[in-house]
């Protein structure tokens, strides 16, 4: 069972230049998040979605745009990185019935990104 | 707003000694608690989580009470080993709030032989 994977580890961007962050899960889960991992700042939010089709912003979405065209893949993607979007950064996703807010997330391995 | 604070690290301790990490939490209503554990190079991974007042989460011999009269759910070993050492994050999630897991800043541990 491959959980939540994440692609690629890791990647050196320059100033102004775009990638996208892959994700996917093969547990069926409805939820799923990007998170983005700060030196001693814990995770913040950046975008999340509740299921296919449907995605809303997070904490600090500025700089980022997300896609959920199936239940398995929400890539995220980055348009003109700038050094302050070096980071860690995960997805994770979780099964949730409606008004069910205790449920485990799963978190992949992370992807650390450098921009210079 | 709802917001979770965690002690700051690094929490240093000698094998088999007694761990505390403090999680307090700003939420109305009744929230679920967790706590996660981050191993090196790895992503996050539940380890306890309670869902009501006076719950005790536990697993691998790690416990933490929710305690709703001082918003705590703070964590706990009696005997930490080496291969404790990680990040802990404490974290909270409400049925109203757009967010669904809150995180703190997390708490480095580091154990030593």
């Known amino acids: 069972n491959a959980g939540v994977t994440q692609t690629p580890k890791f990647r050196i961007l320059k100033i102004g230049q775009s990638m996208t962050l892959q994700c996917a899960q093969d547990m069926n889960h409805n939820y799923m998040y990007w998170y983005r991992q700060d030196p001693g700042m814990g995770l913040k939010l950046i975008y999340y979605?509740?299921?296919?089709?449907?995605?809303d912003k997070g904490e600090v979405p500025n700089g980022y745009n997300v896609s959920r065209s199936t239940t398995e893949d929400f890539p995220l993607r980055l348009e003109l990185a700038a050094p302050s979007q070096t980071s860690v950064y995960f997805c994770a996703s979780s099964y949730s019935d409606p008004g069910e807010w205790n449920t485990e997330a799963f978190f992949g391995q992370g992807t650390r990104l450098t921009v210079v | 707003g709802n917001s979770v604070t965690q002690m700051e690290g690094p929490v240093t301790l000698s094998e088999e000694a007694f761990l505390t990490i403090n999680c307090t939490y700003t939420a109305t209503g009744y929230p679920s608690l967790f706590w996660y554990v981050q191993y090196p190079g790895e992503g996050l991974q539940l380890l306890l989580k309670?869902?009501?007042?006076?719950d005790k989460g536990s697993n691998k011999g790690f416990e933490a009470t929710y305690r709703k009269e001082t918003t705590s759910f703070h964590l706990e070993k009696g005997s930490v080993q080496v291969s404790d050492s990680a990040v802990y994050f404490c974290?909270?999630?409400?049925?109203?709030?757009?967010?669904?897991?809150?995180f703190g800043s997390g708490t480095r541990l580091l154990v030593r032989p």
């Open positions: 979605s509740v299921g296919a089709g449907i995605t």
């Open positions: 309670a869902t009501k007042a006076d």
């Open positions: 974290a909270l999630s409400r049925m109203d709030s757009s967010y669904k897991l809150i």
